[in-house]
DNA sequence: CTGAAAGCGCTTACAG
DNA sequence: CTGAAAGCGCTTACAG
């Protein structure tokens, strides 16, 4: 393997120091022009690139920031949404200059955990932490260490992190109003995420607060746990049931929502004509069911983007933003929930 | 932010000299186990964890390895796609102690592309570069340098390149084969992936292959470029195309696939009555639509993780490596090639 | 104004 | 056997 060129080579060739040509190549002022260029053409030719180690070691500044994902959500959350964010992320990190790290943990077993170690190796410069439980210590624990941190989703319990979400309360009352306002649905189920999420309790409480306001009287609340299969399960649940079926079912994710689709159409029940039903997330497959699933679109990408920007500005020290970033989501009206087929429309 | 805690301070607390410290943690004979007990109980109880940079430095060694996103791939190439790829690096990655870096070019205007940057810059050891186009010289000026690197796809062009695959010609003609000989389907149709990557020309070669050998005299090849639109504006195409209707479609992946299905079910053609329809890929999107989709099982997941422990093999000089590994892919038979619904079958 | 030392944090080869 | 220097590559603060 070719031995890489150092400052030194390059010093060297041209004649002078390695701090000199360090200097040229910032295009520090007090190197001459022609130093400059000569420095400069020099690191051309060899193919001189710095040495993130050398420069990271004396600037005390790994120029990279992490992607965090908690084991635990690796199955729970889809491939889909990491890489919506993933994608949010480089182009922020680009436009900085910034590599991406992610990282995964190893495995639950060792409670070494590896959002600590990434940031107390220096080896990012800041994390941005996804789906994490309500309940995870380390989030805690990072949020109080001081390090840059910001986390996606929403997370009231901890008053001192900087967090960019979207309001899943509202989001999941928009989907109930829908249903019951514009498709007169008064038989409602919610087929929950995971209840140890943020994002579980919060769609739950949007479907019951609407449920509520509408005063609707037969409503269901299944838990499920964000896969295929456990929305295949709670819809074969609901037609093992006796009394009157349900007309609407709202799954806290579109994953859910396939697994009821599918269930549903195995048995015969016309979608959307006997049961709507709706999903949450518009990740990818939602639009290429059949028919395709009414949901909210989650602005991953843009969360990803936006926190990494709110992570530079931590790293930065650019003190004056908001600790909280929320977004709007949009309804995409798709012919599950008996809107006209082939008539996607979006709300914002 | 609290300062990082470094090597000389845990030597500090138990009173040796850094070196010592570094030694004791290490686990070094020389160095006695009480000494031993002592600073790793002192870097515990402060926290210590190594500086990335200093150690990177020290030891010519990242600990990190790199996949690399050529830019034109983020579109061609889909998201679940490189996320796959991405679980199996952290896999290797994980169990080799390496964080895993995302490297997506900025954009293509700046020529100075991300592989080399990455690599000269020492960020991480090695590289993992997946679906580049034939074409792409920085791929070959990549393998020529001699930084490790493994390639995923097929290179037959770079005899040095190590590389991790499957094989596309084959798999193709499994498709067409299954559509001729279980299904009796014989005026077949080829929607190509992008022909500037070798898959899409392996794709195509497998599919005329097997036409040949069928002795198929009714057969049309269109160019899409992998996206779900051009697989919606090829069977458009086909739609309005005199002469007899082709009984089967073999997409070159799932995303046109998806969009074959929606355009043939919207122009009232029954799938796979009329026309049967194979697709590519299965990452995720054939097994949610209706009917399934009939397709090749790529194992990008599989990929990824042995892509990435070929690349420690060369980092760590382990030669008698074999330089191109193929993995066997599976047939995976759902209904929309005229199988049987709700029988999903798989057939390595 | 400019030359070159110091030091970021680490580990190993060397001197004693 | 053990103490501590040297040096990885870089950049800035300091000495001249």
Redesign the interface.
């Known amino acids: 393997?070719?031995k890489?060129?150092t400052l030194k080579d390059v010093a060297a060739k041209v004649g002078v120091t390695s701090a000199a040509a360090s200097m040229a190549l910032s295009g520090h002022e007090r190197i001459s022009e022609r130093t400059r260029a000569a420095v400069k053409r020099a690191a051309d030719e060899l193919?001189?690139?710095?040495?993130?180690?050398?420069r990271?070691?004396r600037s005390q500044r790994?120029d990279?920031v992490a992607l965090i994902v908690p084991n635990s959500s690796?199955h729970v959350f889809g491939?889909?949404y990491?890489?919506?964010v993933?994608?949010g992320m480089?182009t922020a990190a680009?436009?900085h200059d910034a590599?991406?790290?992610?990282?995964?943990n190893?495995d639950t077993s060792s409670g070494d955990v590896a959002y600590?170690?990434?940031m107390?190796?220096?080896?990012a410069d800041g994390a941005i932490v996804t789906s994490a439980a309500v309940d995870d210590d380390h989030v805690q624990a990072l949020v109080a260490?001081?390090?840059?941190a910001v986390l996606i989703g929403n997370y009231p319990h901890l008053a001192d992190a900087v967090t960019v979400g979207i309001d899943d309360v509202r989001a999941t009352e928009r989907l109930v109003d829908h249903l019951v306002e514009v498709h007169g649905r008064r038989r409602l189920v919610h087929v929950t995420g995971t209840l140890d999420h943020r994002t579980g309790l919060d769609r739950r409480r949007g479907f019951l607060a609407a449920a509520e306001r509408h005063g609707l009287t037969d409503v269901t609340v299944i838990e499920g746990d964000l896969s295929?299969a456990s929305g295949a399960a709670a819809t074969e649940q609901l037609l093992q049931a006796s009394g009157a079926r349900p007309d609407g079912v709202v799954f806290a994710n579109d994953d859910m929502a396939?697994g009821g689709l599918?269930t549903l159409?195995?048995a015969g029940v016309d979608v959307p004509g006997d049961v709507a039903v709706v999903g949450f997330d518009d990740f990818?497959?939602a639009r290429?069911?059949?028919p395709g699933i009414t949901t909210i679109r989650v602005p991953a990408e843009e969360m990803g983007r936006i926190a990494t920007e709110r992570l530079f500005d931590l790293v930065d020290h650019r003190g004056g933003q908001p600790a909280r970033t929320e977004l709007p989501v949009e309804l995409v009206v798709r012919a599950s929930c008996g809107c006209e087929p082939?008539a996607e429309r979006v709300r914002t």
Do not use: C, K, W
Request: glycine fraction near 8%.
């Open positions: 393997m070719a890489s060129v193919g001189y690139v710095p040495s993130s180690a050398g990271a070691l790994a990279a690796a491939h889909l990491f890489m919506h993933l994608t480089s680009n436009a590599q991406v790290i992610v990282s995964t190893a600590e170690r990434v107390r190796s220096r080896t260490s001081g390090l840059p295929e396939v599918h159409r195995r990818g497959l290429v069911t059949t082939d």
